[in-house]
């Protein structure tokens, strides 16, 4: 009998070091956010007061988003704004979108033009 728990206990352990670890969600403090922007109708970016930029990236399409803006609906109580767990309203159609990964977001270099 104790050889069979100590075979389900090592099993147990061996299993556990096996599944892969779950990373925690990313999450800004609402005031140290400067101003945000919509890039487009899936995807709000954030410019931090340190200068990182985040994208946020809507779980699906908010199409009133490019004409109307939107107010963010934080839950909790607390200053995070964490990825996969708040939504955002578009004003005048009130549309309500939830929020998708926060991701460090790098803008495309732009080309220089030849003049």
Excluded: W
Aim: proline fraction near 6%; include cysteine; hydrophobic fraction near 40%.
């Amino acid at each position: 009998m104790r050889t069979l728990v100590s075979a389900l206990t090592a099993a147990a352990i061996g299993a556990g070091a096996l599944s892969p670890a779950v990373a925690a969600p990313v999450c800004l403090t609402s005031y140290l956010i400067d101003h945000s922007s919509v890039k487009d109708p899936q995807t709000l970016l954030f410019y931090m007061k340190d200068g990182s930029v985040y994208a946020n990236h809507l779980l699906a399409a908010c199409p009133g988003l490019n004409f109307h803006g939107y107010v963010m609906n934080i839950r909790g109580g607390n200053a995070q704004i964490c990825s996969n767990q708040e939504s955002i309203s578009v004003l005048v159609t009130h549309e309500v979108c939830q929020m998708g990964a926060f991701t460090p977001y790098e803008p495309a270099a732009k080309t220089p033009t030849k003049g």
